[in-house]
Each structure stands twice: as C-alpha cells, then as structure tokens.
C-alpha cells in the first residue's frame, strides 16, 4: 500500500476502531512517566493520533496531534476539543525544529514503510528540543504485510525488526533507550521505547 492508500484506509477504519480499542490500560499509564520527567507547561506532539483517546487525552492540553488520517482528527476534535490538530505523515513533520519536550507514537510508526522509519525519527529528533523525550512503540518483529479483515477493513504494517528499530532511533541521535511491556488498546502486550534525544544533538553514524 502507498501512501495514498495508507490514508484511505485510516479513513475508512478510524470509527471502528475507536469504538474498538479500550481508552484506558498500561500503555497509557506510561504517559504519566513521561510527563514527571519533563519540565512544567511541556510541549508534547503525539504522532499518529488517531481519536485521540488513547494518548493524546493523557497529554497536556495544549499538546499537537497529528494523524495522515482527516477522519481520524475529526474524531479527535471531538473527544479532545482543547488539543491542536495537525493532518500530516510524520517523515515530513509540518511543524518547526526544536519545538517539543516530548514525542509519543503510539502504535503508529509501523503504519510508515519500514524503508521510511528512519526519516521519521530523523524528524522526531528535528523538532524536539535537545534533551527532549520519545516514547513509542517498539515493533518485536520483521514485517511488511497488508492485513485484510483488520477492523473491518484492511491495514499496512510494516517494522525491521526490534534490533534495526533500536539502532534507527540511536542513528537519529536518541540515547538512554529504555524498554518496558504494557498492554495495548486491543488488549495484547506490547514493547515500548523511551528514549532521550541526545543534548548536543549530534546523531549517529547514518543508517545505511
């Protein structure tokens, strides 16, 4: 599926599966982590928002959402009046450099090509401020698949693998990488990635 085909689909499965997926679980608790690490009034992006119910209603009001998805912002405007909402893909991020204390991606990456990821954390690293915290999803496996049925609809995953994700995020100029386990909207346990964008701001070697 091309990009194109990626937002469609968003489109057409958004209200499923914000009827689907439970607002509330561990996952979400890590967002209160994040948040008593980062200074007073933080800038907070939530990249791939989707309804906002999940992630985004944790952060604080102020905090951007965005999502490839217009429909999935709709919903968004609806459940999180008080956020701001931005349609856009995150490997080209339509907000200013060194802008947020704070990135969450929810289950949202791995809906980019995997060829790709690597300039979406290039472009997590570009608009947080040095010092600025990631908290993401960390994909287990190696996939790219097309999963007909999902939510009744049909979906694009794609990840490298943990490894390869691991060493993305350290070429992007993340340090510091944690993982923990907590357990995702639909119910099954999912890793995920706290990471630190390094103070000088000088990335990795580039991944090839």
């Known amino acids: 599926m091309d990009r194109n085909a990626v937002r469609r689909a968003w489109d057409e499965v ?15 608790a890590l967002i209160d982590d994040l948040l008593a ?3 007073p009034d933080p800038s907070v992006l939530d990249a791939g928002c989707g309804d906002g119910a999940r992630t985004l209603a944790n952060l604080p009001p102020d905090s ?3 999502d490839v998805s217009r429909r999935g912002l709709d ?16 490997s080209a991020l339509p907000l200013a450099a060194d802008r947020f204390d704070a990135v969450t991606a929810y289950h949202s990456v791995f809906h980019v090509e995997r060829e790709r990821h690597p300039e979406v954390y290039a472009e997590f690293a570009r608009i947080l401020r040095p010092g600025g ?3 993401m999803t960390l994909p287990g496996g190696r996939f790219e698949t097309v999963r007909r049925g999902w939510m009744g609809g ?6 490298p693998g943990r490894e390869r994700t691991l060493d993305q995020l350290r070429a992007a100029g993340f340090t510091d990488v944690e993982t923990t386990t907590a357990t ?12 630190t964008l390094d ?7 580039s991944d090839p």
Do not use: I, K, W
């Open 184 to 195: 995702d909207p639909l119910g099954s346990s999912t890793e995920f990635a706290l990471a």
């Open 133 to 135: 915290r990631l908290l």
């Open 37 to 39: 690490e980062l200074p």
């Open 64 to 66: 951007v959402g965005l």
């Open 14 to 28: 958004a209200e499923t599966y914000a009827d689907r997926r439970d607002p509330d679980g561990s996952d979400a």
């Open 75 to 90: 919903l968004a405007s609806e459940t999180v009046p008080d956020a701001r909402l931005v349609h856009g893909e995150m």
């Open 154 to 159: 049909r979906m694009f995953f794609s990840a």
């Open 199 to 205: 103070e000088a701001g000088d990335a990795g070697p």
